[in-house]
């Protein structure tokens, strides 16, 4: 258990590093309806998914981040309950697009059902849990599952940051992109998940607010 100067630390740390994270996620999916030349020919066939897939992860990246702000969870409970009722359904969207993609149109191929899916399914199981614990009113574990949740999503933006470098480093063709791409998502969510893991077992206890109830 850290002591209260390093949590301090530590939190602004990955607040800001988070946050940053997020809104890359929200630039992502606005870059999506920019080009029309997508490198999946998936996206053309199935617009409607892709297009509710980056739309809602959007509107979840930017719900999800007012969750964690302390002030609107303690000022304006109301507002939190709303903007986490939005987060958990755009959220859900997400997810199950996720998976739907990984199914038709997978850019990966078929390793994208065994390595990327699985992610997927953690993250509406993370969702579905923490709003069951927020009913429960067992907030402090609402909490984690959140974490968890929110660790999955922003992860999609850590996978640019790896794809992307690494698949300069060579000749870009789409048979090099391709296992580049899986693992970074594979590289991004454990990266993520652990870093959120991590953080959950040092502040669990210590930074839970009941003005939250
Ligand atoms: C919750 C926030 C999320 C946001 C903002 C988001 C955003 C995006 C964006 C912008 C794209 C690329 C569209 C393009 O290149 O034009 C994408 C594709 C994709 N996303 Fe998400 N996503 C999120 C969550 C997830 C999760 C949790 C998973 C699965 C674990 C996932 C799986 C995928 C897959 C499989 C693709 C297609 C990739 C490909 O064909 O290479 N996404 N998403």
Redesign the pocket.
Known sequence: MYGPAEVATSKSLVVAVTAALALL??A??F??FL?AD???P??LRYPLI?GA??V???V??AC?MLQFVGQVRSRWPAAHRATGRVAIV??VV??I???A??IL????GAA?VYL????????LFALATALGRARHRDFARHREWMIRAFA??????TMRLIFVPWLMMGEITDERARPI?LMS?VAA?LLHLAVAEAWIRSTRGTTFEPAAR
């Open positions: 996620g929200i992502l999916s870059e999506h080009g997508h490198y999946n998936g996206f892709i897939h980056v809602a992860g959007a979840y990246l999800g755009s959220g997400a997810g697009t996720a998976i993609m990984t149109f997978p850019f990966h994208a990327v899916m699985p992610f997927a399914v953690l993250f999955i999503g922003t992860g999609i933006a791409s998502f969510f």
